[in-house]
């Protein structure tokens, strides 16, 4: 089975750029997760998905950050303006979507964003 | 808000040695905990799980038990191997607030032969 697909690997921008990442999960996985992980610490969850509509943003700085998931299986998440501390790693879970808190998540490899 | 804390690394230990990694949280609702683990190169992965109080999830050797009581899921392996070098993340899910994970902050362990 195919696990968790992301794109770019790495990316370094100069700051006030733009930048987006994709995201293609499992495939049959209703529930779609971007986190930032910022060196030294665990990660932090930006949005949930389940199928193409959001469960929770609470924590997007929508101000600069937006994702979509047209037709509830591909991802885009884009940062415009990137800023400094936007430095981090961007990882793209999946998981069943059954709505059960003990579903496992199954994570891509991850985005490494340098800002500049 | 909810959170996890796990003691902080790096932790360096020789083979065959005992590993404990503690991790303590805090939860508004009843949730489900897990360890995650990330070898170097590769993404988070999952470890081990459990999902009520006095449950011990295990894999690959390692063991972790639901403490309720001290809201504690300390992670513990009897014999550790090289291979077992990755950084090691707790974190939970919480009813009350979604099925989105809240991790700590990772512990590095090293291990040499």
């Known amino acids: 089975e195919a696990g968790v697909a992301q794109s770019p690997r790495y990316k370094i921008i100069e700051k006030r750029q733009s930048v987006a990442f994709w995201c293609n999960p499992i495939?049959?996985?209703?529930?779609l997760y971007w986190y930032q992980q910022i060196l030294g610490q665990g990660p932090k969850l930006l949005i949930q998905?389940?199928?193409?509509?959001?469960?929770?943003d609470s924590q997007l700085p929508k101000d600069r950050f937006s994702a979509e998931r047209l037709k509830g299986v591909d991802s885009t998440l884009k940062i415009q303006p990137a800023k400094l501390e936007d430095s981090a790693v961007y990882l793209c879970?999946?998981?069943?979507?059954?709505?059960?808190?003990?579903?496992?998540?199954?994570f891509g490899p991850g985005t490494r964003l340098l800002v500049l | 808000g909810d959170s996890v804390t796990q003691m902080e690394g790096p932790v360096t230990l020789s083979e065959e040695a005992c590993l404990t990694i503690?991790?303590?949280?805090?939860?508004?609702?009843?949730?489900?905990l897990f360890w995650y683990v990330q070898y170097p190169g590769e993404g988070l992965q999952l470890l081990l799980k459990?999902?009520?109080?006095?449950d011990k999830g295990s894999n690959k050797g390692f063991e972790a038990t639901y403490r309720k009581e001290t809201t504690s899921f300390h992670l513990e392996k009897g014999s550790v191997q090289v291979s077992d070098s990755a950084v090691y993340f707790c974190?939970?899910?919480?009813?009350?607030?979604?099925?989105?994970?809240?991790f700590g902050k990772g512990t590095t362990l090293s291990v040499s032969s």
């Open positions: 879970a999946s998981s069943l979507g059954a709505g059960q808190i003990q579903e496992t998540q199954y």
């Open positions: 495939s049959g996985h209703a529930t």
């Open positions: 998905f389940q199928n193409n509509g959001v469960v929770d």
């Open positions: 503690n991790c303590t949280y805090t939860a508004t609702g009843y949730p489900s």
């Open positions: 459990a999902t009520k109080a006095d």
């Open positions: 974190a939970l899910s919480d009813p009350q607030a979604g099925t989105a994970l809240i």
